[in-house]
């Protein structure tokens, strides 16, 4: 499954950048008070509403940086379920679709350890030094994740 993800945070930063709903214009929403950064392309996935009240957030492997705003073309791989401040916030997992470096990425288990292990230790810790607790559970493969959007897309329509 491929699906346009609108991103607002480049990888390896940690400026948390968002899209203000009201202008559509990019804003700095706050620094990350942690010693982490991004270990992916962060965003949304558009036109859907997940249990946080916010769009589907989106995590986008890639090999270079794009930029807030960025529409990118995502191949789904799995999600990660999390509670963030005892709130659900579940984040799918996806590779860039355009950069043949993850053409042979096609399940969650194609994703090494080390990343699946980073990006769960970026959650884990890039709150806590603002005494926010993350838990973090586990990780949800394709046809789950395939499950989870078309939820957040039906959420979407309803509430619109």
């Given amino acids: 499954m491929v699906v346009n993800a609108l991103i607002e945070i480049p990888m390896g930063t940690k400026n948390k950048y968002e899209i203000d709903k009201e202008t559509g214009r990019i ?8 010693s982490v950064s991004y270990p992916a392309e962060y965003g949304y996935i558009e036109n859907t509403l ?7 957030d989106i995590l986008v492997l890639a090999s270079d940086q794009t930029f807030p705003g960025c529409i990118v073309e995502a191949r789904v791989l799995g999600y990660l379920d999390i509670a963030d401040n005892g709130f659900g916030d579940q984040k799918v997992i996806a590779v860039t679709d355009k950069d043949p470096r993850y053409d042979h990425f096609q399940s969650f288990d194609d994703i090494p350890e080390p990343t699946k292990n980073e990006i769960r230790e970026f959650f884990r810790t890039y709150k806590h030094l603002q005494g926010i607790e993350v838990d973090i ?4 493969g ?5 499950k989870l959007i078309k939820e957040c897309e039906e959420a979407y329509k309803k509430a619109n």
């Fill in 137 to 140: 559970k586990e990780f949800h």
């Fill in 142 to 146: 394709l046809e789950d994740t395939i």
């Fill in 50 to 56: 997940a249990d946080d009240g916010d769009a589907l």
């Fill in 27 to 34: 804003k700095l929403d706050r620094v990350l008070y942690s």
